[in-house]
């Protein structure tokens, strides 16, 4: 190929705000089709990319016009669609998780590997550019190994308005599913990809939502480097204050779209409505606001090594050494939205293989599913499909 890639959005959710502008400006992809089930959201993105809509995720799939689908489903249908478009001779991009077990990722790699398509297994954090230049610093040894890792986040994702499937565990829903993979990257990214076993325990504890909304995981690598991962979703203390600035985007989150402030709705529908109208095309959706003033990040992470310590800061990175503690600026752009589809591009244009690739994206299944099967068995999980970074 000597052109852009044409890619084609598979569900226009909260997401595609932030990621159909990043598509559309970079060089290497121009967007030519989307698929939903939502008259507003299809309207918006002709009026605003005058590309093909679609209700139906095969009928995108089959367009002549699309080389790449991205697949934004429900996390219980990403199996499924990431698999047809790879069936129909289509890259793939599949959104976090990649699928909901070992199994079904299995699946999804041997499409593509028979129609010999692309697949890469994003967005996560681990794209974004402070933890890129976290594993720069990490591989280049001037501080030697890492000898440890930790990750805490502490947000309102489960009590934002949330629909049925959300909820429910064996369809995706809950926080191992919906931001595990995030940490779970993260760390696999830094600490060389290759995960011995996993000790964890999560809990659902609001009645009314009936799935896990925190975890606390120990992630023992082949090395023998250590990891703890930390989530809450449940919308008290918000682990923002711990970088002095605000919100996973830079941006105050907003009562009026927390299900906090609607707790007495009458029924599941009506928070579905809730929740529907922060999506693309909602009535509710902010995402056409200014950019980010300042880095994204997923909660405070420190990475320890022989030599020093890293975590990040509004504009980059700390660095903690033996000669005090010093700022590391990071450019805003090239972003995670861009770095995963120059990780595409360069793999389909250049035969470069992708980091973050099926095999990669179902080793982070895989830790998901041991954080879910450790804490019901309450013992550790030993792993048996990481690959290398």
């Known amino acids: 190929m000597t052109g852009p890639l044409r890619i084609g959005i598979a569900g226009l959710g909260i997401a595609s705000g932030y990621t159909l502008p990043a598509f559309a400006a970079h ?17 918006r993105f002709e009026a605003e990319y005058e590309g093909e809509t679609f209700e139906d995720v095969e009928a995108l799939c ?66 974004n550019p402070p933890i890129r230049r976290l594993r720069e610093l990490v591989q280049g040894g001037e501080l030697g190994r890492v000898i440890m890792m930790h990750t805490w986040n502490y947000t309102d994702l489960l009590v934002r308005p949330r629909a049925a499937w959300e909820l429910d565990t064996a ?43 925190n975890y606390t995981a120990y992630l023992e690598f082949a090395d ?15 682990s923002a ?18 299900a906090n402030s609607h707790r007495d709705l009458p029924n599941p529908a009506q928070e579905e409505a809730l929740r529907d109208a922060r999506r693309y095309g909602g009535t509710l959706d902010r995402s056409r606001g200014a950019g980010a003033q300042h880095q994204q990040f997923f909660g405070l992470l420190l990475v320890s090594c022989q030599r020093g310590d890293l975590r990040q800061s509004p504009d980059g990175l700390f660095l903690y050494d033996a000669r005090g503690k010093q700022e590391i600026p990071v450019p805003l752009e090239p972003s995670g939205a861009h770095a995963m589809i120059d990780e595409l591009y360069e793999a389909v244009v250049g035969g470069e293989p992708p980091l973050h690739d099926g095999r990669w994206g179902m080793a982070t299944v895989e830790v998901c599913e041991a954080i879910l ?15 290398e970074v």
């Open 62 to 127: 089959a367009s002549p016009n699309v080389d790449v689908v991205y697949v934004a489903t429900p996390n219980f249908m990403h199996a499924e669609h990431a698999t047809m478009a790879a069936e129909h001779g289509k890259h793939v991009i599949v959104e976090k998780p990649m699928a909901l077990n070992v199994e079904q990722c299995a699946a999804i790699i041997a499409a593509a590997d028979r129609n010999r398509v692309q697949l890469v297994c994003g967005h996560t954090h681990s794209f």
């Open 27 to 43: 060089p290497r992809t121009q967007v030519t089709a989307a698929a939903d089930t939502r008259p507003a959201a299809l309207q």
């Open 224 to 238: 023998g480097t250590p990891a703890t991962l930390v989530y809450s979703g449940y919308g008290f203390f918000d």
């Open 241 to 258: 204050e711990l970088h002095f600035w605000v919100g996973e985007r830079a941006q105050a989150r907003d009562p009026e779209t927390n």
């Open 373 to 387: 099967e450790s804490s019901r068995q309450r013992r550790e999980v030993v792993l048996s499909h990481q690959v």
């Open 171 to 213: 369809r995706g829903g809950g926080v191992v599913f919906i931001q595990a993979p995030h940490q779970v990257d993260i760390v696999r990214v830094l600490g060389g990809g290759l995960v011995r076993s996993v000790r964890a325990m999560a809990g659902a504890w609001d009645e009314a939502r009936p799935t896990e909304g």
